[in-house]
């Protein structure tokens, strides 16, 4: 399986946009990147997904690397809820649907 | 507009004491998993399955049973409890295709004495 490779952990301030990175060098072309969060006693929860092209929705944004061997999730303003795990995830049908999560990324938001 | 169904959320068991973790999804999702995470690390993937009466092994099955019997169901079985299966353990499900995101159950918090 192609892995994922994350910062143990980030901090920004209240109001400021994260960059929160992911660099999956391994991925094959019909990976998809997938984002979730997970916030203090929660169970994650989808972010947002992409497969080649840029991505936007109401919660943040995906930016792909022309040669899709890293992406970048974008928190456009950062709020104190936003503090959270987020893990950044390959999803391939050929690899049999075993998707492992890994540590994840901790963002620690400040006022 | 239940989504993903996990049930006990608390569960307290003795050494060598069997039990079984619920999980339903209402959404006629292919695909269910089930994950275990230890305190301050990730998600690890116990098994999962991508269809009625098809079931896989993940990164750390051993000491867990499960079955897919129906579309809507995926239980969890632990045979003989031990100490180093106090987890919480959560459930997910999708579609198959893999541009559909997970939902996630709230999870069970299991202690093993």
């Known amino acids: 399986d192609a892995k994922t490779t994350q910062p143990n952990s980030m901090e920004s301030n209240e109001e400021e946009p994260v960059h929160l990175p992911c660099n999956h060098s391994t991925i094959s072309g019909t990976d998809y990147i997938h984002w979730y969060r997970q916030l203090p006693s929660q169970g994650p929860e989808y972010v947002i997904h992409g497969l080649t092209s840029n991505v936007n929705n109401r919660m943040a944004s995906l930016a792909i690397a022309e040669d899709r061997k890293s992406s970048t999730l974008i928190l456009h303003r950062a709020t104190l809820r936003d503090a959270a795990v987020y893990y950044c995830i390959l999803r391939d049908e050929n690899s049999g649907y075993a998707l492992n999560f890994g540590k994840g990324t901790s963002l620690l938001v400040t006022p | 507009n239940a989504g993903v169904t996990q049930t006990p959320k608390f569960q307290v068991l003795k050494t060598g004491q069997s039990m079984t973790l619920q999980c339903a999804q209402d959404m006629n999702h292919e695909y269910m998993s089930w994950y275990r995470q230890d305190p301050g690390m990730g998600l690890r993937l116990i098994h999962y399955s991508v269809g009625a009466g098809i079931t896989d092994q993940g990164e750390v099955p051993n000491g867990y049973n499960v079955s897919r019997s129906t579309t809507e169901d995926f239980p969890l079985r632990l045979l003989s409890a031990a100490p180093s299966q106090t987890s919480v353990y959560f459930c997910?499900?999708?579609?198959?295709?893999?541009?559909?995101?997970?939902?996630f159950g709230n999870g069970t918090r299991l202690t093993v004495t």
């Open positions: 997910a499900s999708s579609r198959g295709q893999n541009n559909s995101p997970l939902h």
